[in-house]
C-alpha cells in the first residue's frame, strides 16, 4: 500500500470510490458502516488537489482504497454547514487556545474502501493527512454526524480525537472533534 498526496491523475479513482459511499448513491447494506455527505464539483475538487495540496489517498496498485480531504477553512466556506461551523469556532478553545480560521483546517471527508476497513488503512491515512497539515495549522477539527457510529468509534477509539461540541444544521445533529497536528500514532 502507498500513501500520498494525491494529483490530478489520482482524480478518476477518488470520484470512483466517493461515489460508492456517498449518501445519494450507497448502497443500503453499506450505509450503516457509514457514508459521505459533502458534494464537489470539478472545479473545487481540482482546487483542493492543487491549491490546498488537501487529498491524502491510499493506493493498492493502481487502485485508490481510501482518501482523507482537508483544507483551509477558506476552502470550505462555499458550503453552508462549513459557515455554521466557522460561526461557532470562537465558541469553544482547545488546548487552551480560542478555536480560529488561523489555527485550525477542516479534515473530511474521509473514506476507506470497505474491503480494506479495520485493517489499520484508517489509521494510517488519517495521521498522514495529518501530518500533511502540521506545517500549517496547529489544530484540526472535523465534523460526524450522529448517525455514523463507525466514524465516531474510528474518530475516537482509533484515533485520538476530542469532542468539542455537538450541533445542529438542517436537522442534524453533529459531533465536532479536534485534535493536535502534531501527534503521532499510539
Ligand atoms: C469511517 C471509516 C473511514 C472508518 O474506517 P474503518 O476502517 O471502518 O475504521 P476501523 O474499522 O479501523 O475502526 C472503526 C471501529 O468502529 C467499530 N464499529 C463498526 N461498526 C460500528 C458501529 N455501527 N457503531 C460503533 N462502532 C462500530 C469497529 O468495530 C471498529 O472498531 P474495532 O476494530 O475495535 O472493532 C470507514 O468506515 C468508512 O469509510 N466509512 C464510509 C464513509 C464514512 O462514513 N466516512 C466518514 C464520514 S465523512
Given at each position: ?59 493498492d496498485g493502481d487502485t485508490?482504497i ?121
Amino acid at each position: 500500500m502507498e500513501i500520498k498526496i494525491a494529483g490530478m491523475n489520482d482524480l478518476e479513482g477518488i470520484l470512483a470510490l466517493h461515489k460508492r459511499y456517498h449518501v445519494t448513491s450507497i448502497s443500503p447494506e453499506d450505509k450503516p458502516d457509514g457514508f459521505v455527505t459533502t458534494n464537489f464539483t470539478q472545479e473545487q475538487l481540482q482546487a483542493l488537489i492543487e491549491q490546498e495540496r488537501g487529498i491524502t489517498i491510499a493506493k493498492d496498485g493502481d487502485t485508490v482504497i481510501a482518501y482523507a480531504m482537508a483544507a483551509s477553512w477558506q476552502f470550505w466556506s462555499a458550503w453552508p454547514l462549513f459557515i455554521h461551523m466557522i460561526q461557532k469556532l470562537p465558541e469553544h478553545s482547545f488546548n487552551g487556545q480560542a478555536l480560529s480560521v488561523e489555527n485550525s483546517y477542516q479534515y473530511g471527508p474521509i473514506c476507506v474502501d470497505k474491503l480494506y476497513r479495520s485493517t489499520g488503512v484508517f489509521d494510517a491515512i488519517f495521521y498522514a493527512s495529518l501530518a500533511s497539515m502540521v506545517h500549517r495549522y496547529p489544530i484540526m477539527i472535523t465534523f460526524i454526524n450522529k448517525i455514523n457510529p463507525r466514524s465516531y468509534a474510528a474518530h475516537t477509539k482509533k484515533v485520538t480525537m476530542d469532542t468539542v461540541c455537538t450541533f445542529q444544521f438542517n436537522n442534524n445533529d453533529y459531533y465536532m472533534l479536534a485534535c493536535p497536528t502534531n501527534q503521532k500514532p499510539a
